[in-house]
Protein backbone atom coordinates (compact mmCIF):
# COMPACT_ATOMS: atom_id res chain seq x y z
CA UNK A 1 0.00 0.00 0.00
CA UNK A 2 1.57 3.87 -1.03
CA UNK A 3 2.37 6.20 1.47
CA UNK A 4 3.34 9.40 1.91
CA UNK A 5 6.58 10.93 3.66
CA UNK A 6 6.56 14.15 5.08
CA UNK A 7 9.28 15.79 5.96
CA UNK A 8 10.82 19.87 7.21
CA UNK A 9 8.88 20.05 10.23
CA UNK A 10 10.31 21.83 13.49
CA UNK A 11 10.32 24.22 16.07
CA UNK A 12 11.19 28.26 15.01
CA UNK A 13 10.31 31.37 16.56
CA UNK A 14 7.61 33.22 15.43
CA UNK A 15 7.96 35.23 12.44
CA UNK A 16 10.18 32.50 11.00
CA UNK A 17 10.05 30.51 8.17
CA UNK A 18 9.64 26.06 7.53
CA UNK A 19 9.17 24.15 4.72
CA UNK A 20 7.08 21.21 4.30
CA UNK A 21 7.37 18.05 1.54
CA UNK A 22 5.56 15.32 0.97
CA UNK A 23 6.13 12.29 -1.32
CA UNK A 24 4.81 8.85 -2.06
CA UNK A 25 6.93 6.55 -0.77
CA UNK A 26 7.89 4.80 -3.96
CA UNK A 27 8.39 5.49 -7.66
CA UNK A 28 4.84 3.50 -8.79
CA UNK A 29 2.28 6.30 -8.18
CA UNK A 30 2.19 9.82 -9.42
CA UNK A 31 1.01 12.85 -7.47
CA UNK A 32 -2.29 13.88 -9.45
CA UNK A 33 -4.07 16.46 -6.59
CA UNK A 34 -3.11 17.29 -3.08
CA UNK A 35 -3.31 19.27 0.03
CA UNK A 36 -2.10 19.73 3.21
CA UNK A 37 -3.97 19.37 6.90
CA UNK A 38 -2.76 19.73 10.68
CA UNK A 39 -3.91 19.47 13.99
CA UNK A 40 -3.68 21.91 16.11
CA UNK A 41 -3.56 19.98 19.17
CA UNK A 42 -4.69 16.43 20.62
CA UNK A 43 -8.14 15.92 20.57
CA UNK A 44 -8.97 18.76 17.94
CA UNK A 45 -10.55 18.27 14.60
CA UNK A 46 -7.76 17.89 11.47
CA UNK A 47 -7.95 21.27 9.60
CA UNK A 48 -7.51 22.45 6.14
CA UNK A 49 -4.63 24.54 5.32
CA UNK A 50 -4.32 24.36 1.72
CA UNK A 51 -4.67 22.40 -1.45
CA UNK A 52 -4.25 21.85 -5.73
CA UNK A 53 -6.93 20.63 -7.44
CA UNK A 54 -6.35 18.59 -10.42
CA UNK A 55 -6.50 21.56 -12.36
CA UNK A 56 -4.08 23.09 -10.52
CA UNK A 57 -6.37 25.28 -8.94
CA UNK A 58 -4.89 26.50 -5.60
CA UNK A 59 -6.91 27.07 -2.38
CA UNK A 60 -6.01 28.23 1.46
CA UNK A 61 -7.56 28.70 4.61
CA UNK A 62 -7.86 32.16 5.30
CA UNK A 63 -5.77 32.10 8.50
CA UNK A 64 -2.85 31.04 6.55
CA UNK A 65 -3.36 33.06 3.13
CA UNK A 66 -0.41 35.75 2.09
CA UNK A 67 2.01 33.37 4.49
CA UNK A 68 2.10 29.56 3.54
CA UNK A 69 2.28 28.68 -0.43
CA UNK A 70 1.75 25.18 -1.52
CA UNK A 71 3.32 24.09 -4.75
CA UNK A 72 3.69 20.77 -6.14
CA UNK A 73 6.59 19.90 -8.29
CA UNK A 74 5.94 17.33 -11.29
CA UNK A 75 9.55 16.04 -12.07
CA UNK A 76 9.72 15.69 -8.05
CA UNK A 77 6.66 14.13 -7.46
CA UNK A 78 6.15 16.22 -4.44
CA UNK A 79 4.30 17.85 -3.14
CA UNK A 80 5.59 21.61 -0.88
CA UNK A 81 4.31 23.79 1.55
CA UNK A 82 6.59 27.08 1.87
CA UNK A 83 5.14 28.60 5.67
CA UNK A 84 6.97 32.29 6.09
CA UNK A 85 5.50 34.51 8.98
CA UNK A 86 4.85 31.85 11.03
CA UNK A 87 2.90 32.28 14.27
CA UNK A 88 2.33 30.69 17.65
CA UNK A 89 -1.60 29.77 16.46
CA UNK A 90 0.42 27.79 13.39
CA UNK A 91 1.73 25.07 15.61
CA UNK A 92 0.36 21.17 15.20
CA UNK A 93 0.90 18.03 13.38
CA UNK A 94 1.10 18.96 9.20
CA UNK A 95 -0.05 16.40 7.39
CA UNK A 96 -0.53 15.70 3.40
CA UNK A 97 -2.94 14.01 1.63
CA UNK A 98 -3.38 13.18 -2.08
CA UNK A 99 -4.23 11.49 -4.51
CA UNK A 100 -2.60 9.57 -6.84
CA UNK A 101 -2.13 7.89 -9.81
CA UNK A 102 -0.71 4.22 -10.49
CA UNK A 103 1.85 4.10 -13.49
CA UNK A 104 0.34 0.56 -13.85
CA UNK A 105 -3.33 2.00 -14.53
CA UNK A 106 -5.95 0.77 -12.23
CA UNK A 107 -7.75 2.53 -8.99
CA UNK A 108 -6.02 6.03 -7.96
CA UNK A 109 -5.93 5.67 -4.21
CA UNK A 110 -5.55 8.39 -1.76
CA UNK A 111 -3.36 8.28 1.25
CA UNK A 112 -2.29 9.98 3.78
CA UNK A 113 1.00 10.99 5.54
CA UNK A 114 2.20 10.16 8.82
CA UNK A 115 2.41 14.02 10.02
CA UNK A 116 5.56 16.18 11.07
CA UNK A 117 5.42 18.86 14.04
CA UNK A 118 5.40 22.39 13.38
CA UNK A 119 5.97 24.38 16.62
CA UNK A 120 5.84 28.08 16.71
CA UNK A 121 7.09 29.92 19.64
CA UNK A 122 6.05 33.40 20.76
Known amino acids: QVQLVESGGGSVQAGGSLTLACAPS????????AGWYRRPAPGRLREFVAGVTRDAVINYDESVKGRFTISKDDAKNTIFLQMDSLKPEDTGVYYC???????????????WGQGTQVTVSS
Open 26 to 33: GSDFRIVA
Open 97 to 111: NAELRPLSGGRWPTA
